[in-house]
Structures are given as structure tokens and as C-alpha cells.
């Protein structure tokens, strides 16, 4: 069974994360796991961006009840009409969490994800107790695929 591997961060972040978040992606897909996230701008769409240019299943869930708003790198855009309550289904459709910066939107998923004890991975975000950092994508997506045992140290 494929892995589910969410990202989860801002839709507005820095060039440098933005950069982080393709690499992200890109890496996910080359392990041939299924990205989700939140479906919008940002790090989201350049997370999205780098799963697709490798061929990677992208799966956005967005808190509008319109699949226009998805940016153009999902492939799958789950409508919710749930605003901000769409992050749970972001956490509970995910094996492990990747967070790259963010503000409270991201930091109510890393919540969310902690309760349910899903792991999180972050790349420059929320420094919280069991947030897992990470130095960089490469890191990152080495960190999400060990924390639930589909990969050696």
C-alpha cells in the first residue's frame, strides 16, 4: 500500500522554503508516495509542483467548496467547504507530516497531528515538543519515511 505524506506550511513562505517545499515534493514522489496537502498557494502549490515533475499523485484537501481553487499541481482536489476545519482530514489522511514554516493554520496541523500521534517533520517551523526538525528537504523526507518504518536509518 502506498504512503500518504502530508505537507503542510504557509501560503505565503520565503524563495528559500518555497525551494524546500519542490524538494519536498519531489523526493516524496520519487519514493513513490502519495503527497496531500492543503491544496492552496505556497508551500502547498510548491510542494505539489515538485511531486508532479516527477510523476507523483497529488491529492489537495481544500477548505472551499470549489475545485477551481486548487492550485494547478493537484491532481486529486477533495472540496470540503470546512475552511480551517479541513486540516484534520489533512492530519488523518497522512502516515507521517512534513512542516515547512507556516503560521497557525500549519500550527494547528502539527496540534492535530501530535494528538493523533501522527509524526511531524519540520523544516524551519513551530519549535514545539515532538516536532521532529529537520535540516532540509532531503532531511525532512528521510525523517517522514524512518517515523513510520519504511525506511533504514
Request: with cysteine; aromatic share 4%.
Amino acid at each position: 500500500m502506498r504512503r500518504f505524506i502530508g505537507v503542510i506550511g504557509g501560503r505565503k513562505a520565503t524563495p528559500e522554503l518555497l525551494q524546500e517545499a519542490e524538494a519536498v515534493g519531489r523526493l516524496i514522489a520519487e519514493r513513490e508516495a502519495v503527497l496531500i496537502c492543503g491544496g492552496l498557494e505556497g508551500v502547498m502549490e510548491a510542494a505539489s509542483r515538485g511531486a508532479r515533475s516527477r510523476g507523483g499523485l497529488t491529492v489537495g484537501i481544500l477548505p472551499q467548496d470549489n475545485r477551481s481553487f486548487a492550485n494547478p499541481y493537484v491532481e486529486i482536489p477533495i472540496v470540503t467547504g470546512m475552511g480551517v476545519g479541513r486540516n484534520v482530514i489533512i492530519v488523518k489522511t497522512s502516515d507521517a507530516l512534513i512542516a515547512i514554516g507556516g503560521e497557525y493554520g500549519t500550527l494547528s496541523e502539527i496540534a492535530f497531528a501530535l494528538q493523533l500521534g501522527k509524526p511531524v517533520i519540520g523544516i524551519k517551523t513551530w519549535k514545539i515538543q515532538g516536532v521532529i526538525d529537520a535540516k532540509d528537504a532531503d532531511d525532512a523526507v528521510k525523517k517522514a519515511f524512518q517515523s513510520i518504518g519504511t525506511e533504514l536509518a
